[in-house]
């Protein structure tokens, strides 16, 4: 099943990303470098979805204690040379499943793809919490899962599961809603990737 989803790949997302953007301009810049400059617009989360960055900046990315349930959405963020979906999927319990599927800057090349379980801390914070996820993809034995925290302003910080590598940090540059069709659609291709993650 993920081979054929993973050959089908550039298919749909081709369709989806007519739909919703799923590869929009900043995926241009990244391809011609021009990724810190200048640097891509973040799109604020609307009301709910997450809270401001910590005023001292003290945060760990997919490691702080789950308070209350992420809301049901996809998101796609640009962060250091990639781009990735993340869909946060329907649940009970204050952590929801989550899926990352990652691509190489500036094209629809899947580099790896992983479960995660999403959640906000007592701050409000949204996290995703990939860390020991097992992995899927081309670079799948080069890679370490990682996490992440995406703060109100659009704007996401990233912790490797390997120590030796730096957090990065990066944006949201479109979030679709449970009220978009696109979004059932976006939710069923990272599963259909991914895998129930065994």
């Not at 701050?123 to 799948?140: M, Q, T």
């Not at 109100?152 to 990233?158: C, F, K, L, N, P």
Request: proline share 8%.
């Amino acid at each position: 099943m993920r081979a054929l989803a993973a050959s089908i790949l550039p298919l749909l997302l081709t369709v989806l990303g007519a739909t919703v953007g799923l590869v929009p301009a900043i995926a241009q810049a990244e391809a011609e470098d021009e990724l810190n400059d200048p640097q891509p617009v973040a799109v604020p989360l609307p009301a709910g979805y997450s809270a401001p960055q910590p005023a001292d900046g003290q945060i760990s990315p997919g490691r702080e204690s789950p308070a209350t349930p992420a809301l049901e959405a996809a998101y796609v963020f640009t962060w250091e040379h990639y781009h990735s979906l993340l869909v946060i999927g329907p649940g009970t319990g204050t952590c929801r499943p989550a899926w990352v599927v990652t691509y190489a800057g500036g094209t629809q090349d899947m580099e790896v793809a992983y479960r995660a379980v999403a959640f906000r801390d007592h701050k409000g914070v949204l996290h995703v919490d990939s860390r020991s996820a097992l992995i899927i993809g081309p670079k799948a034995n080069q890679w370490s899962p990682d996490s992440f925290a995406i703060f109100a302003t659009g704007a996401v910080q990233s912790q490797d599961d390997d120590p030796e590598h730096q957090r990065e940090s990066g944006v949201i540059t479109r979030l679709v809603g449970t009220e978009e069709g696109a979004y059932r659609g976006l939710l069923l291709l990272a599963q259909a990737v991914v895998g129930d993650g065994t």
